[in-house]
């Protein structure tokens, strides 16, 4: 059965950093690519960064360029989210996702969510 | 940044059918089949409904489907149900000249 759970959000100051983990079961990580998606409160879905199977091929949201790091862990089927100078606007629950590449292309599975909050 | 508008909110009675619409610019819903759908109830993962424009994942109630028409996408729920009361959010990869993932605004789905 195809899990992914997220962790590691919580309470931090606006210019703070926080690290956020998705761990994976039921799949290998290397072989699919791999997005955080972001949900603020009151607000819709936002698509926030991207990593391939590989590895090799990595994009962000403008939103967040700059800030985040997105990286994956192979041993421990895990991927994280590193996440620097961190803003009010960055408040949000954080989803791992991940990405079927087809002649199409969609989210086939989503963690619950790990709750972020930036705040003094 | 391009964008899907949804409406914000939709309701209907048990057993009722109803449709949630997802326009956007051509790029986006005009490439049909990469709109997909999302069902999410607050607190929980959301789920994939509609992949492909109008396919069904395994698992997922032929009571939903998706259709097409012109430059909109649409989720039609038939026999709505009390469990389908939640958040429903269109999406579309609109990566043409730039990586890009685009939802819509969500719709709350309320079951009278």
Known sequence: E?????????LV?????????????GFTLSS???NWVRQAPGKGLEWVSFISGSGTTIYYADSVKGRFIISRDTAK???????SSLRAEDTAVYYCARDIVETTR??????????????? | QSALTQPASVSGSPGQSLTISCTGIS??????NLVSWYQH?????????IYEGYKRPSGVSNRFSGSKSGNTASLTISG?????????YCCSFGGSTTFLWVFGGGTKLTVL
């Open chain 1, 2 to 10: 195809v899990q992914l759970v997220e962790s590691g959000g919580g």
């Open chain 1, 13 to 25: 100051q606006p210019g703070g950093s926080l690290r956020l983990s998705c761990a994976a079961s």
């Open chain 1, 32 to 34: 699919y690519e791999m």
């Open chain 1, 77 to 83: 089927n895990s991927l994280y989210l590193q996440m």
């Open chain 1, 106 to 120: 969609y989210f086939d599975y989503w963690g619950q969510g790990t709750q972020v909050t930036v705040s003094s």
């Open chain 2, 27 to 32: 790029s986006d819903v005009g490439n049909y």
């Open chain 2, 41 to 49: 109830h607050p607190g929980k993962a959301p789920k994939l409904m």
């Open chain 2, 80 to 88: 709505l149900q009390a469990e389908d009361e939640a958040d429903y």
